[in-house]
C-alpha cells in the first residue's frame, strides 16, 4: 500500500536508507515485496513529501515510530493542486476506508502543518472548517485522539528561498499512521551528557547509526573506537546488548573519575550496561583465534585525522625495528600505559573490514563514517570494498566546502575463509594505489583547514602558494 511519508528537512542523503532499513528489520523485503518511492507531481527528490509503498500498515506504523527523520507516515485520503481538487478526491476516496475512523465512538484532532510558509491561527482554523465535507461523527480531543488527522500545504516557491523548487501548490490530507519520536533528542542532547569528549557523535547522527545497524532487543552491537560510548548508548536505547573498546585506557578505564566515565552515560540514561569495555587495538585484535561471527553489528566513527587521528600499538622505534618488544614490570602494571605510533586511514579501514568480515554473523551490518574531501561540489566514490560485503547505502554529511563525510551501511553476504582474507588484501593494495595520498599520510586536517587558494595535485598531493596564510574553513551549515 502507498502511504505519504512526509520527513523532517535535515540530512538529506540520510532519509531514504533510514527507512529502507527499518523497513527491512520490521519485515517488508520478501520475495513479492519490494520497496518503491515516488515523488509527488512538481515535487523536486529534496522534497520533505515522497510516496513509499509498504506491505502493512502494521510495517509503516513501526518505521515511523522508530525512525528519527520521518515525522510522519500517513494514509492519503485526498491531494490536489487547490483545496477544490482536494475536496473532489476526498470525496472519491472509498468509503470503506473511510467511515472506520469517522464514528459517532472515537475521538478525532486535525493539525493543519505548511511547508515553505507559515500561516497564522486564524487561517488554520478557516482551513480545518473548510473539511466539513467530510462527515466527522465523533468528539474532537487535542490531547489523546483515538485518530489523528494532517492537512499539509506546500508552497508555490520558486528556488531562491534555500528550499527544493516545486512549480506550484499541493495539499494534502490524510490520517497518521505512525511519527517519529523527536523527544528523544533533547532527552540524549550532548550538552546533558555526563561524560563528554572531543569526537563524541551527535544524538542524532548516533541514533540514525543505530537504525542503519538495526539494534534492537538480542543483538550484540561493538564499537572498536568506543570513546565516549555515544554511539553504544543509541544502540543500547533501543534495546541492543552493547561492547567497545579503544586504545587509550584512560577513556575506558579511568574518565574523569567515578562518577564521569563511560559508565555513568549508561547509568544516566538508565541504559543496560555494555557487557564489556575493553583496552583493544583495532591493529592487533586481541580475539583468540578462530573465533568468528560473534557480533550482530559494528558501529563506529574511526580515527581520520580531522579532530583526533588514529594510534596503533608500538611506538615509532618499535615500529622501525630500531627497539625491540619490551615486557611492562608487574610493578608498573596498573598505571602503565603503552607506547603508541599513528594509524593511517587506509590501515584503519582494512583492519576495520577484515574485522567485520571475521567477526559479524552473515547478515550482520557494518555502519561507519569515511571522510572524502570535495571538488567542485563533487566527492569521491572510490569507497573500500571487501568480499564479504555488500555495500547497501552511502549517506553524504557535508561538514565544510572541502570535507564530507559518508556514512557506509554495509551488509555480510559470504561466511569469512582464508581465501576471503587473500582477495580482502589484494583489493586493499589496489584501494591504497588508486586512493588519495592523503589517506596513507594522515594529513586530511591539513586538506580541511588550509588556506584559500589550497590546491590538490594529480595524487592527491597539497600545494600551497608562497603568499597564503592560514585561514579556518568552518562548517558548513
Known amino acids: 500500500m502507498w502511504y505519504l511519508c512526509v520527513f523532517y528537512h535535515r540530512l538529506l542523503d540520510y532519509r531514504k536508507p533510514e527507512v529502507e532499513s527499518l523497513a527491512d528489520l520490521f519485515g517488508a523485503f520478501n520475495d513479492n515485496h519490494k520497496l518503491e518511492w515516488k515523488l509527488p ?119 531562491n528561498n534555500g528550499l527544493p523548487p516545486v512549480a506550484q501548490k499541493r495539499v494534502f490530507f490524510g490520517r497518521e499512521v505512525g511519527a517519529a519520536d523527536r523527544k528523544l533528542l533533547p532527552t540524549y542532547q550532548l550538552k546533558s551528557r555526563s561524560y563528554l569528549g572531543p569526537t563524541a557523535m551527535d544524538a542524532e547522527v548516533a541514533f540514525l547509526m543505530a537504525n542503519q545497524a538495526q539494534a534492537m532487543p538480542g543483538k550484540l552491537v561493538y564499537d572498536p ?87 596503533k600499538s608500538g611506538g615509532r622505534k618499535l615500529l622501525k625495528g630500531v627497539k625491540g618488544p619490551y615486557t611492562v614490570p608487574d610493578d608498573k602494571r596498573t598505571d602503565h600505559i603503552p607506547s603508541t605510533a599513528a594509524y593511517s586511514l587506509a590501515e584503519c579501514v582494512h583492519d576495520l573490514l577484515d574485522l567485520a568480515a571475521r567477526m559479524l554473523v552473515i547478515g550482520g551490518r557494518l555502519v561507519y563514517f569515511y571522510p572524502v574531501l570535495r571538488d567542485n561540489d563533487s566527492i569521491d566514490t572510490n569507497f573500500p570494498e571487501h568480499p564479504c560485503f555488500e555495500l547497501v547505502a552511502a549517506c553524504e554529511q557535508m561538514l565544510s ?17 582464508d581465501d576471503i582474507a587473500e582477495a580482502a588484501k589484494i583489493r586493499h593494495l589496489e584501494f591504497k594505489e588508486n586512493h588519495l595520498k592523503w589517506m596513507e599520510d594522515g594529513n586530511l586536517h591539513s586538506a580541511v583547514f588550509s588556506p584559500a587558494d589550497l590546491q590538490l595535485g594529480d595524487t592527491g598531493d597539497i600545494k600551497v602558494g608562497k603568499e597564503s596564510k592560514p585561514k579556518y574553513r568552518g562548517k558548513y551549515v
Open 41 to 159: 507531481q512538481h515535487h523536486h527528490p529534496d522534497s520533505p513529501f515522497h510516496f513509499v509503498n509498504l506491505p502493512s500498515e502494521e510495517i509503516a506504523r513501526n518505521v515511523a515510530n522508530r525512525s528519527i527523520l520521518v515525522k510522519g507516515l500517513y494514509e492519503l485520503w485526498g491531494e490536489g493542486n487547490s483545496y477544490e481538487e482536494l475536496e473532489e478526491a476526498i470525496k472519491n476516496y472509498p468509503d470503506e476506508q473511510k467511515l472506520p475512523y469517522l464514528t459517532s465512538e472515537s475521538s478525532f484532532k486535525i493539525t493543519v502543518d505548511t511547508f515553505g510558509k507559515v500561516i497564522s491561527f486564524q487561517e488554520q482554523n478557516d482551513r480545518i472548517r473548510d473539511l466539513s465535507y467530510i462527515p466527522f461523527k465523533g468528539r474532537v480531543n487535542l490531547r489523546n485522539p483515538d485518530h489523528k488527522f494532517w492537512l499539509m500545504e506546500t508552497d508555490d516557491y520558486g528556488s
Open 225 to 311: 573506537f568506543v570513546g565516549t560510548g555515544s554511539i553504544l548508548v543509541a544502540a543500547a536505547h533501543f534495546g541492543a546488548m552493547t561492547m567497545g573498546a579503544d586504545i587509550d585506557i584512560r577513556v575506558v578505564r579511568d574518565g574523569r573519575g567515578p562518577d564521569c566515565n563511560v559508565w555513568s552515560n549508561f547509568k544516566q540514561y538508565g541504559l543496560q550496561m555494555p557487557l564489556s569495555l575493553l583496552r583493544a587495538d583495532n591493529n592487533l585484535p586481541p580475539w583468540r583465534s578462530g573465533l568468528k561471527e560473534m557480533f550482530d553489528a559494528i558501529i563506529c566513527d574511526p580515527p581520520y585525522g580531522v579532530r583526533a587521528g588514529g594510534r
Open 401 to 417: 566546502l572541502r570535507y564530507s563525510r559518508v556514512l557506509l551501511t554495509m551488509v555480510k553476504t559470504r561466511p569469512y575463509t
